[in-house]
C-alpha cells in the first residue's frame, strides 16, 4: 500500500471529497487528477485509488452529465465531510478557495454571457444581450420592450440558453434558405 498511516489516508480521501464539493461545476477524472497533481497534495496513483474507493463506498458518484464523465459529491460524502474537514490543514483549504477562484476569473474573462437591461422612459426598457469571449464581443443585441417583468424574463432566457439561442439566430441568419417575411 502506498499511504504510510490511515490518518494519511483519511486526510487524502477528505482532501478529495473536499476539491468535488467545493468546485462549482462537477469535475472530470482528469480535472480532478490534473488539479491534485498540480498541487503536489497525492501520487496519480493514489488519485486513482481514492477515487475509485470513494466512489466503491458511495461517497461520491461517477456519473454522466452533459456528455462527460463527472464526480458528484453524494450525501455520504457532505456529511463525512462535514464531520471531519476540520482535519484538512487549513492551508490547504485556503490554498483550494484561492485556486478555484482564480479558475473561476480565468473562465469568465473567455467568455462572459451578459443579459441587461435600463430604463429608457416610463413604459419602455432597454435590453442588451451580449456574449464577449477574451474581452472581444460577439454577439450584442438590443431590443425595446414595455416592461421591467419582460426585459428581466429575456436576460434570464438568454442566461440560461445562450448557446442554443446563439447557435439558432446564427443559423437562421446565415443559412440561404431562410423563409422570406411575408410584408
Known amino acids: 500500500m502506498f499511504v504510510e498511516n490511515t490518518e494519511e489516508l483519511a486526510q487524502n480521501k477528505l482532501l478529495l471529497l473536499y476539491i468535488i464539493d467545493k468546485s462549482e461545476k462537477p469535475l472530470t477524472n482528469e480535472e480532478i487528477t490534473e488539479f491534485v497533481l498540480e498541487n503536489n497534495y497525492m501520487n496519480y496513483f493514489l488519485i486513482q485509488q481514492y477515487l475509485s474507493e470513494l466512489v466503491n463506498s458511495k461517497f461520491i458518484e461517477y456519473a454522466n452529465k452533459e456528455d462527460k464523465k463527472v464526480y458528484i459529491i453524494l450525501d ?4 463525512t465531510l462535514y464531520y471531519f474537514e ?5 492551508n490547504i483549504k485556503v490554498d483550494i478557495s484561492n485556486k478555484f477562484i482564480e479558475q473561476k476569473n480565468i473562465e ?3 467568455t462572459q454571457v451578459i443579459g441587461e437591461y435600463f430604463k429608457k422612459d416610463e413604459y419602455e426598457y432597454t435590453v442588451n444581450l451580449k456574449l464577449v469571449e477574451n ?4 454577439f450584442s443585441l438590443y431590443l425595446n420592450v414595455t416592461t421591467a417583468k419582460q426585459a428581466k424574463k429575456i436576460c434570464d432566457t ?3 440558453n445562450t448557446e ?3 447557435k439558432n439566430i446564427l443559423n437562421m441568419l446565415a ?3 431562410v423563409a422570406p417575411l411575408n410584408n
Do not use: H, N
Open 158 to 160: 438568454w442566461k440560461d
Open 175 to 177: 443559412d440561404d434558405e
Open 76 to 79: 455520504k460524502g457532505r456529511v
Open 164 to 166: 442554443y439561442i446563439f
Open 108 to 110: 469568465k474573462r473567455a
Open 86 to 90: 476540520d482535519r484538512i490543514p487549513t
Open 135 to 138: 474581452e472581444d464581443t460577439l
